[in-house]
């Protein structure tokens, strides 16, 4: 009898817990109520944290980021600004950045939301006489006034350039092939692939108008 009453007790004890944490984990996940309920106006863009192997990819990305969210009607904080601020307060990794309370970050400049972004991929890679760019990043926006998730998006795009002239000989195509890719891997060019991802994740991703949206000409 006393096996089976503490039995049923742990059972509802995990019960509880279960919910409990299905309760937060609901909580923290973005939806567009949530983001309307939010009413936001401006956008902090904290510093990136950067997973590829490019130890540029950081500071290039860092200046396709600020027209999309301002297009999409936000007001966004100076990007570079913003991150010497913080290299100057002590907060020169990004990843610490990123765990740090978004409501702390949001309090240093008055900003109603936190932008983090990661960057997953940033690379050029050859195989068989073609290179291919990719670009991946994660988004991630939070409430400056309460902490939680907001909107989220991930986007990859990637690239295989071609030479698309033929001479008529197979060798000299082959030939060129090999040069278009070369160059590619030399000196890819991440920075279209970037400012495409970042308008799809703005405007196709979920991210609502901010207030100082204009709308489009008929």
Same mark, same amino acid.
């Given at each position: 009898m006393i096996a089976r009453r503490i @039995?049923?007790?742990?059972?509802?004890? *995990?019960?509880?817990? /279960?919910?409990?944490?299905?309760?937060?984990?609901d909580a923290d996940k973005p939806s567009a109520e949530k983001l309307r309920e939010a009413n936001l106006r401006s956008v902090l863009v904290v510093p990136v944290v950067n997973r590829s192997v490019d130890v540029d990819a950081q500071d290039y990305f860092l200046t396709t980021i600020s027209r999309p969210l301002a297009e999409r009607g936000y007001y966004v904080f100076p990007v570079h600004l913003v991150k010497r601020m913080m290299e100057d307060e002590g907060m020169a990794d990004a990843d610490m950045v990123h765990g740090a309370d978004p409501r702390q970050l949001a309090g240093l400049f008055g900003a109603d939301s936190v932008l983090y972004i990661s960057i997953e991929r940033w690379d050029a890679r050859y195989i068989v006489? /073609?290179?291919?760019? =990719?670009?991946?990043?994660?988004? =991630?926006?939070?409430? @400056?006034? =309460?902490?939680? =998730?907001?909107?989220?998006?991930?986007?990859?795009?990637?690239?295989?350039?071609?030479?698309?002239? /033929?001479?008529?000989?197979?060798?000299?195509?082959?030939?060129? *092939?090999?040069?278009?890719?070369?160059?590619?891997?030399?000196?890819?060019?991440? *920075?279209?692939?970037?400012?495409?991802?970042?308008?799809?994740?703005?405007?196709t991703g979920g991210l609502l108008p901010g207030p100082y949206d204009l709308p489009a000409e008929k």
């Open positions: @039995g049923t007790v742990l059972v509802g004890l *995990m019960l509880a817990v /279960s919910s409990l944490a299905a309760r937060a984990e006489l /073609s290179t291919t760019v =990719t670009v991946a990043l994660d988004y =991630t926006l939070k409430s @400056g006034l =309460t902490g939680e =998730t907001l909107w989220k998006s991930h986007q990859q795009l990637a690239y295989s350039p071609q030479n698309n002239n /033929s001479s008529g000989n197979p060798l000299v195509d082959l030939v060129a *092939m090999a040069v278009t890719a070369a160059i590619a891997k030399a000196s890819p060019n991440y *920075m279209p692939l970037a400012q495409r991802a970042n308008q799809q994740a703005v405007y």
